[in-house]
Structures are given as structure tokens and as C-alpha cells.
């Protein structure tokens, strides 16, 4: 009995050891899954380089401007004088359209300037004079240099070229105007109309200070980079 005993438990184990075997078997040959992949690594980051920042009305980047007072207006040659200078360079600034402006738009103010000339021809011999004399007070005997300078001065001004369009729209406005004058308002009306005008170069001035600005942000970011190229930088750059 106890042969037989010892005879059937031999059998069971070996049974358990068959199976424990079989299923290790079984285990081994269930493929085991991969790892999941690792996740890929972040693109380059493409940034577009914008273009420079361009001066107003196609003006030279090397333009100078004037100055501002602590009036917080810019300096000008029509600012700060007498109402018998401020009715010369009004006429000074007419003489500029007149020549100047020839858009078709713009036809009238030669016609109005001619107009003005004939009408106003004795008050503009006593203001011309009227000006040598502020000059001459000032300067003495040698006044004739200094007040050529400033005339020069003043011509170049109406005749700046990226503001002469807008130039040209105020003083056709203006040369309108000055049909309805008479004479002895010439002067009254030089030191009501020169601030209008000088808004077209205040207004260009502003925007040619901005432009300035824009482009001294743009050359601390972007420094050597060609404008309007593509740059390629390493994953994770941010971009400011």
C-alpha cells in the first residue's frame, strides 16, 4: 500500500511538473509586446525674418530733420518771425508750387500765383523792402548775406521732394484762399496760412522720428539677419 501510494504521488507530480513545464512553454512562445516608441523630438522652429522698416514717402534713409523745441514742435524757417518775413516766405513758398507742382491737379496755383503777382504787386515791392530793413537792423551793412542764407534756406524747405506732394495739395488750397484778399490783408493772411502749411512737414517729420524707431527695433532684433529670409533655429527656441 505504501509502494502504491508512493507510486501515485510520484505519477501526480510528474503530471504537475508536465503541466507547470507546459505552461512555461506556452508562456515563452506569446510574443511580449515592444515598449512604446519614444516620442519624437520637437521641430525646428522657422521664423521669417520681416523686411526693414522704409522711410515715408521714399525719402533718403540719411534725410536730416530738424530738431525739436521744448515747444515740442520741430524748427522751421517759418516759425518764430516777423509778420512781414512770414508774408515773404508765404510768397517765397507760392513761387515754389507755382514752378513746382505739376500734377494736373495742381494746374490752378500757377494760374492763382500770376493772379496774386499782378494784384498784389505794390504791397509785395513795400514788403520786400519792409524785410531788407528787419534784416539790415539786425545784421547792419553786411545784412544782404545772412538774409540771402535764410531765403535759400526757406526755398529748400517748400521744395523738400517727399513732401512735396502734400506740398502742393496745401498750397493749392492756399493759392484759393488768396484770391478773395485784398492787398493790405497779405500780411494778416502769410501768419494765418504758413502754420497750415507747415503741418504737411510737421506730419512728415513725426512719421520720418517713428521710422527711425522702427528701425533701431528692428536692426536690436534682428541685427545682421537678410530681410525677408527664412532662419531655421534649434527645437525649443522661443522666439521673443
Known sequence: MVRGKLNSAARLAVIGFALLASASLEAKKKPVPPPPPAPAPPPPVVIYVPYKPTPPDSASPLMAIPARGADGLYYSVNRGISPNQAAW???????VAALGCYDPKHKEILINYKAFLKTNAKTLGVLNKAVDAE??????AGFVKPREKFMTEVYN??????TMPAFCDA???VSREAKLIKPAEITAFATRSL??????FDDFFR???QYRLDLAVWQAKWGDAVPGSAMTLPAGTVVK
Open 195 to 200: 502754420p497750415n502749411i507747415e503741418t504737411v
Open 89 to 95: 516766405n508765404l510768397r517765397s513758398g507760392y513761387n
Open 207 to 209: 512719421r520720418f522720428d
Open 171 to 173: 498750397m493749392l488750397a
Open 157 to 162: 524747405h517748400f521744395a523738400a521732394p517727399p
Open 135 to 140: 534784416w539790415r537792423k539786425k545784421y547792419g
